[in-house]
């Protein structure tokens, strides 16, 4: 029986769901808006607290995002590093390496209750940890299978970081109001880190030689694949890889855009509404849900239509949203404006399936996890659009004019998509075939 006619290993699947539960974990850094709650009091800022989290002091605004935004920008460097481990020595030592850290950071944050333990803590080692972490389970899982199955594997797998939004919120709050703010960075720090130890040993790429199943007759997903594994010296010489950081960056941008501020449309929208206004987090669990359905729902028909295909489709709906979310708001339409919000957590959800995917399928898997860290960088640059649509909210006193060019930067990115094709390897062009 040829291998196109068989199903993959049992430890394919267990490479998969181990590293879903992976960044279930990760996605610790959903965390840091319940950790800011608690620990921000302008009026207060420089003042100790009392009771239950004595020894700690309050922060202002500025001084609780720049943790944050460390551990964000630290998390993209790492994800470099941390692909070239998974590559060269294995992913279960990226994951255990990872989820030590991520350890070691929480524990020292919580120890040490200060502001610079924050920053030590949460902003570097916490990147570090979540950098070289995230960059294991995904690149280990999709070398188990051929281009047909990329996206949707990619889906589930990042899947799990995205649908951490879902409970890591519920769950660090019930920590801090029972057991303080320390108690919430061990504990949380702790059990994270157990998980993701014990299941980064359930990782394994494919021995020597492997080669996954094939979709026989092949579709578009196995069309646009490479046959050859490029090295990452190669990849950084072709006009693709700075495409593909873009469309990276175009996918991103305006996903934060609505993440950083969706609690806060949610009160503008329903100002005559009380119970929504009052429980604006609905709006955050929901986008937390399509954030990880995206990812996967994504993968799924990008493995149909085609990496770029879904790209545009997910680009360009979501540009459509976003011009309108001034006049949703405006109108207080509570139903449009899950809709809206809901497709702009999709297309940012459905990014971080579909680039792992594209980095597979234009440079093939033996290296995917370099190549892809590479190309994760443009995630880390997505982030500005957040902090620009915060400028002009203050300038403006609304986000009106941030949505508009968010949704032309959407725009730009289908153009781009539209532009860009598989690059050829010398090899391909001269007819021979490396082993993928």
Known sequence: MSQQNQSVPAQAWIT??????????????????????????VDKAGQAMTGINAGWTYLNNA????????????????????????????PRFGATLGGLTLAVGCLLAGYMK????????????????????????????????????????????????????????????WLINNYGI?????????????????????????????????????????????????????????????????MFILTTQSGLLIIANANGLMVKAAKGMPFFAANAWLLVSYGGFVNAAGRVGTGFYSDKIGRLNAYCLNCAISAVCLFALPYIIGTQNLLLLFLAVGVAYWQYGGGLSLMPSFAADFYGPKNLGMNYGLIFFGWGL???????????????????????????????????????????????????????
């Open 182 to 246: 320390t108690g919430s960075f061990y504990g949380l720090g702790s059990i994270f880190a157990l998980v993701v130890i014990i299941a980064g040993q359930m990782l394994k790429t494919p021995p020597a030689g492997y080669k996954p199943p094939m979709l026989s007759g092949g579709n578009l997903a196995t069309a646009n694949s490479t046959i050859t594994n490029w090295e990452p010296g190669e990849v950084v010489k072709t006009w693709q890889f700075y495409a593909l950081v873009i």
């Open 114 to 173: 200060s502001y610079t333990g924050i920053m030590i803590g949460f902003g570097i080692l916490g990147g570090i940890g979540m950098g070289i972490g995230y960059a294991a389970p995904t690149p280990a899982a999709l070398k188990w299978f051929g281009p047909h199955k990329r996206g949707l594997i990619a889906g589930i797998v990042v899947g799990g970081y995205g649908g951490a939004a879902l409970y890591i919120g519920g769950l660090g709050q």
């Open 16 to 41: 998969v769901f181990a590293g879903m539960s992976i960044n279930l974990c990760l996605g610790i850094l959903y965390a840091w808006s319940i950790w800011k709650t608690a620990l921000v009091d």
């Open 382 to 436: 997505g982030f500005f659009m957040a902090r620009l649509g915060g400028t002009i909210e203050d300038l403006t006193g609304s986000l009106n004019y941030a949505f508009y060019i968010s949704g032309a930067l959407l725009v730009a990115g289908v153009i781009l998509a539209k532009m860009t094709k598989r690059p050829m390897h010398s090899e391909e062009m001269h007819g021979s075939k490396a082993v993928a």
């Open 63 to 90: 001084q609780a995002a720049t943790p944050f935004s460390l551990c964000v920008i630290i998390f993209a460097f790492l994800m470099i590093p941390g692909g070239r481990i998974q590559d060269k020595i294995s």
